[in-house]
């Protein structure tokens, strides 16, 4: 490299670590004591969800069927991100309990991770990814959330969701979901 290229790279490098820091440069009658969040995590969150309904190759079935009746408890953490989106871990124990018969329960584990995109006056739209352990499912879960705020800390909170998956077997197609999942955010 050239001696004119070398001096030409290093002012560029000295650019941009300056407009990266410029918020942080002040003189020294401006120096005031900045407050910085540091905290990612913006809340918990934990609830049940029940499946109402799905379609499969055409197939309706709801909630009245003993083979298709489950039940799942969702637990999650949200995560601040630098723009307005969220990001969300949430892990779900599924239980299928077959009721009234003698078949054994079936438990298996929903990890859902997903993004969050808050609207206004309590509304929140989201998309998850879906990995159905134990089911060989797996897929996405749209949602819509509308939550309610306590006086103190927390809130209630009513989601729609609409999961979609794939599998267990290749040729099982797309299966469509609707669901309700209510729960308390803290």
């Known amino acids: 490299m050239n001696k004119s290229l070398k001096k030409f790279t290093r002012i560029l490098l000295f650019i941009g670590c300056y407009m990266l820091n410029f918020d942080r440069i002040h003189s020294q009658d401006s120096i005031a004591i900045e407050k910085t969040n540091t905290q990612i995590v913006a809340g918990y969150h934990f609830g049940v969800v029940q499946i109402v309904g799905a379609v499969n190759k055409g197939e309706f079935t709801f909630l009245d069927k003993y083979n298709f009746y489950t039940i799942g408890f969702p637990f999650g953490v ?48 989201g998309l998850r990814l879906a990995f159905e352990s134990g089911e060989g499912q797996f897929g996405f879960t749209p949602l819509l959330n509308k939550s309610f705020k306590f006086k103190n800390n927390g809130a209630f909170f009513v989601e729609l969701v609409a999961p979609g998956r794939f599998g267990p077997a290749k040729d099982s197609g797309y299966t469509q979901l609707g669901g309700l999942h209510l729960g308390i955010g803290f």
């Open 78 to 125: 949200t995560f601040k991100t630098p723009c307005r989106m969220l990001v969300d871990l949430e892990f779900v124990p599924v239980i299928k309990p077959y009721v009234s018969t003698d078949i054994p329960y079936r438990v298996h584990l929903l990890y859902h991770p997903g993004v969050l995109f808050p609207l206004k006056k309590g509304w929140t739209f």
